[in-house]
Nanobody, 125 residues
Protein backbone atom coordinates (compact mmCIF):
# COMPACT_ATOMS: atom_id res chain seq x y z
CA UNK A 1 0.00 0.00 0.00
CA UNK A 2 1.43 3.34 -1.01
CA UNK A 3 0.13 6.45 0.73
CA UNK A 4 0.33 10.01 -0.56
CA UNK A 5 -0.40 12.75 1.95
CA UNK A 6 -1.32 16.22 0.79
CA UNK A 7 -3.08 19.38 1.89
CA UNK A 8 -0.48 20.87 4.18
CA UNK A 9 0.65 24.45 3.93
CA UNK A 10 0.84 27.78 5.68
CA UNK A 11 -2.23 28.96 7.57
CA UNK A 12 -2.89 31.70 10.08
CA UNK A 13 -3.74 30.82 13.66
CA UNK A 14 -7.44 30.13 13.92
CA UNK A 15 -7.61 28.88 10.37
CA UNK A 16 -8.39 25.46 8.96
CA UNK A 17 -6.79 22.87 6.75
CA UNK A 18 -7.93 19.52 5.44
CA UNK A 19 -5.26 16.92 4.92
CA UNK A 20 -5.80 14.06 2.53
CA UNK A 21 -4.11 10.70 2.33
CA UNK A 22 -4.66 8.79 -0.88
CA UNK A 23 -3.92 5.08 -0.95
CA UNK A 24 -2.81 3.10 -3.97
CA UNK A 25 -4.44 -0.19 -3.07
CA UNK A 26 -8.06 -1.03 -3.67
CA UNK A 27 -7.86 -3.12 -0.50
CA UNK A 28 -7.48 0.14 1.43
CA UNK A 29 -11.12 -0.13 2.45
CA UNK A 30 -10.23 -3.22 4.49
CA UNK A 31 -7.82 -1.38 6.78
CA UNK A 32 -7.88 1.00 9.68
CA UNK A 33 -5.94 4.22 9.27
CA UNK A 34 -4.49 6.91 11.45
CA UNK A 35 -2.83 10.30 11.52
CA UNK A 36 0.28 11.31 13.42
CA UNK A 37 2.42 14.41 13.53
CA UNK A 38 5.98 15.23 14.41
CA UNK A 39 7.30 18.64 15.33
CA UNK A 40 11.04 19.42 15.24
CA UNK A 41 12.82 17.92 18.22
CA UNK A 42 9.74 16.06 19.38
CA UNK A 43 8.51 12.50 19.18
CA UNK A 44 5.87 11.48 16.70
CA UNK A 45 2.46 12.08 18.21
CA UNK A 46 -0.70 10.08 17.57
CA UNK A 47 -3.67 12.23 16.58
CA UNK A 48 -6.56 10.15 15.31
CA UNK A 49 -7.67 6.76 14.04
CA UNK A 50 -10.52 5.45 11.94
CA UNK A 51 -11.68 1.90 11.39
CA UNK A 52 -12.05 0.26 7.99
CA UNK A 53 -15.60 1.42 7.37
CA UNK A 54 -15.36 4.87 8.90
CA UNK A 55 -17.99 3.94 11.43
CA UNK A 56 -15.60 4.18 14.33
CA UNK A 57 -13.24 7.03 15.01
CA UNK A 58 -10.95 8.14 17.80
CA UNK A 59 -9.31 11.51 18.30
CA UNK A 60 -6.56 12.16 20.82
CA UNK A 61 -7.38 14.46 23.71
CA UNK A 62 -4.69 16.89 22.59
CA UNK A 63 -6.70 17.81 19.47
CA UNK A 64 -10.20 16.69 20.34
CA UNK A 65 -12.83 19.20 19.41
CA UNK A 66 -10.61 20.72 16.71
CA UNK A 67 -9.56 17.79 14.52
CA UNK A 68 -11.81 15.26 12.80
CA UNK A 69 -10.83 12.10 10.92
CA UNK A 70 -12.92 10.66 8.12
CA UNK A 71 -12.53 8.49 5.04
CA UNK A 72 -14.02 7.90 1.63
CA UNK A 73 -13.36 4.33 0.61
CA UNK A 74 -14.70 4.92 -2.88
CA UNK A 75 -11.78 7.33 -3.32
CA UNK A 76 -9.28 5.29 -1.26
CA UNK A 77 -8.69 8.39 0.82
CA UNK A 78 -8.60 9.29 4.50
CA UNK A 79 -8.89 12.88 5.69
CA UNK A 80 -7.91 14.95 8.68
CA UNK A 81 -9.94 18.11 9.08
CA UNK A 82 -8.11 20.58 11.28
CA UNK A 83 -9.89 23.63 12.64
CA UNK A 84 -8.90 26.42 15.01
CA UNK A 85 -5.25 25.79 14.27
CA UNK A 86 -2.65 27.00 16.71
CA UNK A 87 1.06 27.72 16.24
CA UNK A 88 1.81 24.60 18.29
CA UNK A 89 0.04 22.49 15.65
CA UNK A 90 2.90 23.16 13.27
CA UNK A 91 4.51 19.87 12.35
CA UNK A 92 4.92 17.31 9.63
CA UNK A 93 1.71 15.30 9.46
CA UNK A 94 1.76 11.62 8.54
CA UNK A 95 -0.96 9.21 7.59
CA UNK A 96 -0.61 5.50 8.18
CA UNK A 97 -2.50 2.28 7.54
CA UNK A 98 -2.84 -0.79 9.72
CA UNK A 99 -2.91 -4.11 7.91
CA UNK A 100 -2.25 -6.32 10.92
CA UNK A 101 -3.70 -6.19 14.39
CA UNK A 102 -7.07 -5.27 15.75
CA UNK A 103 -6.40 -3.29 18.91
CA UNK A 104 -8.27 -0.02 19.08
CA UNK A 105 -7.53 2.76 18.45
CA UNK A 106 -3.92 2.03 17.61
CA UNK A 107 -1.97 4.86 19.23
CA UNK A 108 1.50 3.47 18.67
CA UNK A 109 3.66 3.79 15.59
CA UNK A 110 4.59 0.11 15.48
CA UNK A 111 0.93 -0.81 15.08
CA UNK A 112 0.95 0.70 11.59
CA UNK A 113 2.36 -1.05 8.56
CA UNK A 114 2.42 1.60 5.86
CA UNK A 115 3.22 5.31 6.10
CA UNK A 116 2.81 8.29 3.86
CA UNK A 117 5.67 10.67 3.21
CA UNK A 118 4.31 13.45 5.41
CA UNK A 119 2.95 16.88 4.66
CA UNK A 120 4.16 20.05 6.36
CA UNK A 121 1.74 22.24 8.28
CA UNK A 122 2.89 25.69 9.35
CA UNK A 123 0.73 27.95 11.50
CA UNK A 124 1.56 31.61 11.79
CA UNK A 125 0.59 33.59 14.88
Amino acid sequence: VQLQASGGGLVQAGGSLRLSCAASARTFSNYAAGWFRQAPGKEREFLAAINWSGGRTYVADSVKGRFTISRDNAKNTVYLQMNSLKPEDAAVYYCAVRVRGSSWPGRLEYEYDYWGQGTQVTVSS
